[in-house]
């Protein structure tokens, strides 16, 4: 299994450009969710979809920020405009299992630097 | 609501000693508790689990944690620290929204284990 596979790995861009940073979950996992993470918040949960379907937004920090899953196995999470307070350690996270406490597998992540 | 907190956002240890990590919670309702490590340019990756009957609990690469609702603590222990332990451990919490709902996964800020020869 290649487990939770992100791109890009790394990200710098400027101030006010578009940011889409991409995610594909592992196969058969029905929950996917998008995190960040800063030294001054730790990890904060965004966004979660069950069955490419959005559960609870309430995490994402303004209207800048958009998620979405087309399908099963694949899904973006985007920024615009970008502002340099989003520079962060985005990660994606899916779990499968019918276990609501199955363990959440995480992607290595993709660091955003907004100049 | 529920929430972690681990005490002491960094933890030096030589090699050979016993790692301590400390998680204390916070749950209105039973709370189902994880650890899991981060190391560098990496994600999380899961370390153990407790859900519900025996309180100690034991995971992979040596670690092992101990839930005691007395406490509300969920502490991590290692008995003998190797290099290679060195990274960041987070404490998370959940319960059970019913059925298989998904439990919000709450972490703690995290404790950075340094791990000196």
């Known amino acids: 299994d290649a487990g939770v596979i992100q791109s890009p790995r790394h990200e710098v861009t400027e101030m006010g450009q578009e940011v889409t940073l991409r995610c594909k979950p592992i196969?058969?996992?029905?929950?996917l969710f998008w995190y960040r993470q800063t030294m001054m918040r730790g990890l904060e949960l965004l966004i979660y979809?069950?069955?490419?379907?959005?559960?609870?937004d309430s995490g994402m920090p303004e209207d800048r920020f958009s998620a979405k899953m087309p399908n099963a196995s694949f899904s973006t999470l985007k920024i615009q405009p970008s502002e340099p307070r989003d520079s962060a350690v985005y990660f994606c996270?899916?779990?499968?299992?019918?276990?609501?406490?199955?363990?959440?597998?995480f992607g290595n992540g993709t660091r955003l630097t907004v100049t | 609501a529920q929430s972690v907190t681990q005490l002491g956002s960094h933890v030096s240890v030589s090699e050979g000693a016993l790692v301590l990590l400390r998680c204390n919670y916070s749950?209105?309702?039973?709370?189902?508790l994880f650890w899991y490590v981060q190391y560098p340019n990496q994600g999380l990756q899961l370390l153990l689990k407790y859900t519900t009957g025996a309180t100690l609990v034991k995971g992979i690469n040596g670690f092992e944690a101990e839930f005691k609702k007395s406490e509300t603590s969920f502490h991590l222990t290692k008995p003998s620290a190797h290099m290679s332990d060195a990274a960041e451990y987070f404490c998370?919490?959940?319960?059970?929204?019913?059925?298989?709902?998904?439990?919000?996964?709450?972490f703690g800020q995290g404790t950075i284990l340094t791990v000196h020869p």
């Open positions: 749950s209105s309702v039973p709370p189902y």
């Open positions: 996270a899916s779990r499968g299992g019918t276990a609501f406490n199955s363990p959440l597998h």
């Open positions: 979809f069950n069955n490419n379907v959005p559960i609870d």
């Open positions: 196969s058969g996992h029905d929950y």
């Open positions: 998370a919490v959940t319960f059970n929204a019913g059925g298989t709902s998904y439990g919000k996964l709450t």
